[in-house]
């Protein structure tokens, strides 16, 4: 598949953003979307992940109250919402796809996804 994340922005710490994530190309029902970020210097960490045919789910304990992962079948697409954004929030946000199914100890683990978007800044203020 290929993925075309959206949604970047500079905003204040304590504002509302809401990334895309359009699919395109074959889905299978055992697919696994993610978002990953990576920050200035730091390594890419996993924020949150979402199984593409039922509802599972894993959020990062430092997004976990704040970002949610939701996905509209019909239009091929993933949304990461980020509420009450802060400074330490600023990074290049990165939709994954992991073909493999659910595997709640590996969907955390970017090696385990085989197709990344391009990335998109976020950039929050304080």
């Known amino acids: 598949v290929q993925l075309q994340a959206s949604g970047r922005g500079l905003v204040q710490a304590g504002d509302s953003l809401r990334l895309s994530c359009q699919v395109s190309?074959?889905?299978?029902?055992?697919?696994?979307m993610g978002w990953f970020r990576q920050a200035p210097g730091e390594e890419r960490e996993f924020v949150v992940a979402l199984s593409w045919m039922g509802s599972s789910t894993r959020v990062a304990d430092s997004v976990k109250g704040r970002f949610t992962i939701s996905k509209d079948n019909a239009a091929n697409t993933v949304y990461l919402q980020m509420n009450s954004l802060k400074p330490e929030d600023t990074a290049v946000y990165y939709c994954a796809a992991r073909r493999l199914g659910w595997d709640y100890s590996k969907v955390a683990l970017s090696f385990e996804y085989d197709s990344w978007g391009q990335g998109t800044l976020v950039t929050v203020s304080s």
């Open positions: 190309g074959r889905i299978f029902r055992t697919y696994v």
